[in-house]
């Protein structure tokens, strides 16, 4: 989850997500970013955290050999970027069954690059330290993401 909050605010602030969601293409797929669900997404991902979780349990194994987290970092980018199970913008089926541009496919790879890197970065850090203040810090850090969430949520749900 903080991988994923990290990399998308990114995305809004340097990709400029804002003005590519609003464009033509992207207008009938993705929500504004002033949607009141786009502001939740980020609280909500506390549930794909659960199914990510129960994905890789049991496959542990190979987390914990030499290089593990790098080879999470590339199955996940695998499976969740490059080849979902849908045509989305910037996986292989997209390319082949959408008509976005090819700016739309590329836009997304500097994110999904950073969120992989950052979430085995940070699981594999969290694993080797071994120490508790990771943890809380850890639990303290999706504290803050879950209530800036509900309240950006709150904020934009009360604009419309």
């Known amino acids: 989850m903080i991988a994923y909050f990290t990399a998308g605010v990114f995305a809004l602030l340097f990709l400029d997500y804002r003005t590519h969601f609003s464009s033509e293409s992207l207008a009938l797929l993705m929500r504004p970013v002033s949607s009141p669900w786009v502001a939740l997404g980020p609280g909500l991902q506390i549930f794909r955290g659960v199914l990510?979780?129960?994905?890789?349990?049991?496959?542990?194994?190979f987390l914990y050999g030499k290089n593990g987290f790098l080879k999470l970092a590339w199955l996940v980018l695998g499976l969740s970027f490059i080849s979902t199970i849908g045509p989305t913008p910037g996986s292989f089926d997209g390319y082949i069954y959408t008509i976005l541009p090819v700016q739309y496919?590329?836009?997304?790879?500097p994110e999904a690059v950073l969120y992989t890197a950052l979430?085995?970065?940070?699981l594999a850090f969290w694993h080797k330290s071994g120490k508790r203040y990771v943890t809380v810090l850890s639990i303290v850090l999706?504290?803050?993401i879950v209530l800036l969430s509900v309240m950006g949520f709150l904020g934009a749900a009360q604009a419309e």
């Open 142 to 144: 999706v504290a803050i």
């Open 105 to 109: 496919h590329l836009g997304g790879i």
């Open 119 to 122: 979430f085995a970065g940070i």
């Open 52 to 61: 990510i979780a129960l994905a890789l349990l049991p496959v542990r194994g």
